[in-house]
């Protein structure tokens, strides 16, 4: 069974820093690009982030480039996200999700990430 | 980048009634499209991938079409969990998402 856990959720200030973990099991972790999809609290989806298997190909979008940067360890079977100068509307649940041909049948249960002073 | 619009925002209906949701994109995306459903409290689940095929242990009652920049889902009778946020979503080079759609009990 696929399992995504996520950790590193918390209470920040805005301006500072934040770095996101998920722990992948129950598949073959380096076969497939993973990605970080967000939710603000009664809102939509949005995707923040992806990378490939071999951490060649990493998008980002437009509203976290240059703040944030995702990377995988395919040995501990783990997938990152490090956020830094966040901002209030940066604030939302982070789900760690599997890619499968560009669709994402697997979700973590999300972590929150609050920015507020 | 290739931007998805839902229509339309909330659709109120009673259960057994049937539900077409919609879903355009700014530019062609052949059949690469999704279709998610999303309850209060829980993540996303898949339900439609390749604008057609359903995941798996979707019921027959959910069921996508269309190819290019017009989509649509469609339930066939809705059933009491079936009410719920819809979202699309496309695979270009990168996954974008829609806005999504409400379906809520009239």
């Known amino acids: 069974e696929v399992q995504l856990v996520e950790s590193g959720g918390g209470l920040v200030q805005p301006g500072r820093s934040l770095r996101l973990s998920c722990a992948a099991s129950?598949?073959?972790?380096?076969?497939?690009?993973m990605h970080w999809v967000r939710q603000a609290p009664g809102k939509g989806l949005e995707w923040v982030s992806g990378?490939?298997?071999?951490?060649?190909?990493?998008g980002y979008a437009d509203s976290v480039m240059g703040r944030f940067t995702i990377s995988r360890d395919n040995a501990k079977n783990s997938l990152y996200l490090q956020m830094n100068s966040l901002r209030a509307e940066d604030t939302a649940f982070y789900y760690c999700t599997k890619d499968t041909r560009g669709w994402i049948a697997h979700w973590g249960q999300g972590t929150l990430v609050t920015v507020s002073s | 980048e290739i931007v998805l619009t839902q229509s339309p925002a909330t659709l109120s209906l009673s259960p057994g009634e049937r539900a077409t949701l919609s879903c355009r994109a700014s530019?062609?995306?052949?059949?690469?499209l999704a279709w998610y459903q999303q309850k209060p409290g829980q993540a996303p689940r898949l339900l439609i991938y390749d604008a057609s095929d359903r995941a798996t242990g979707i019921p027959a009652r959910f069921s996508g079409s269309g190819s290019g920049t017009d989509f649509t889902l469609t339930i066939s009778s809705l059933e009491p969990e079936d009410f719920a946020v819809y979202y699309c979503?496309?695979?270009?080079?990168?996954?974008?998402f829609g806005p999504g759609t409400k379906v809520d009990i009239k």
């Open positions: 990378i490939t298997w071999n951490s060649v190909n990493i």
């Open positions: 530019q062609s995306v052949s059949s690469y």
């Open positions: 979503q496309q695979r270009s080079t990168w996954p974008t």
């Open positions: 129950g598949f073959t972790f380096d076969d497939y690009s």
